[in-house]
């Protein structure tokens, strides 16, 4: 079944760094477009970037642009959102997922929490 | 960008009953690229419906999902013990994908 399985997150000063990774299982993960959702404390969800399956095509949010990176390596099946000058509005849960228009299968999601 | 403004905030109902859920949109969501998702605390969202009517691999068929253009609408027929959660719409008509803010069914 499609395993999707977010790492890489904890607490951080504000204008740290974190690279959050995800590694999937039971689907062809080469063949998907992949993308990080994220949902800050007793919000809505927000659709930060995604990455298509040869890494041609990527979409940042303008909240994440120039800030975050998003990329890849279908050989190891896993998904990475590099997170720089991380600030306090970026404190949420980020979500891994299987998603290009609609997210098809999510992973459990990570807490990043940026603060002093 | 187009803004998703889902109604009521907060549905409270007993199990059995219908529930409607409405999102409505800034701007017409071309193509009726609208999808509906559940989410349980604690938990990652699920998808329920996709082109605003399509449900997904194995969600029941209490749930159904409708409408065009700005208003769309999500019901569950008869709600079941595990319904009780917050669903959020998300429109991928445009090039910024957007969510709704969130409708939290509970229970009465």
């Known amino acids: 079944q499609v395993q999707l399985v977010e790492s890489g997150g904890g607490l951080v000063k504000p204008g740290g760094s974190l690279r959050l990774s995800c590694a999937a299982s039971g689907f062809t993960f080469s063949d998907y477009y992949m993308s990080w959702i994220r949902q800050a404390p007793g919000k809505g969800l927000e659709w930060v970037s995604y990455?298509?399956?040869?890494?041609?095509?990527?979409y940042h949010a303008d909240s994440v642009k120039g800030r975050f990176t998003i990329s890849r390596d279908n050989a190891k099946k896993s998904l990475y959102l590099q997170m720089n000058r991380l600030r306090a509005e970026d404190t949420a849960v980020y979500y891994c997922a299987r998603a290009y228009d609609y997210g098809d299968f999510w992973g459990q999601g990570i807490l990043v929490t940026v603060s002093s | 960008e187009i803004v998703l403004t889902q109604s009521p905030g907060t549905l409270s109902l007993s199990p059995g009953e219908r529930a409607t859920l409405s999102c409505r949109a800034s701007?017409?969501?071309?193509?009726?690229?609208l999808a509906w998702y559940q989410q349980k605390p604690g938990q990652a969202p699920r998808l329920l419906i996709y082109g605003a009517s399509s449900r997904a691999t194995g969600i029941p068929d209490r749930f159904s999902g409708s409408g065009s253009g700005t208003d769309f609408t999500l019901t569950i027929t008869r709600l079941e013990p595990e319904d009780f959660a917050v669903y959020s719409c998300q429109q991928y008509g445009s090039s910024h994908w957007t969510f709704g803010q969130g409708t939290k069914v509970e229970i009465k």
């Open positions: 990455i298509s399956p040869g890494s041609t095509t990527i």
């Open positions: 701007h017409s969501v071309s193509n009726n690229h």
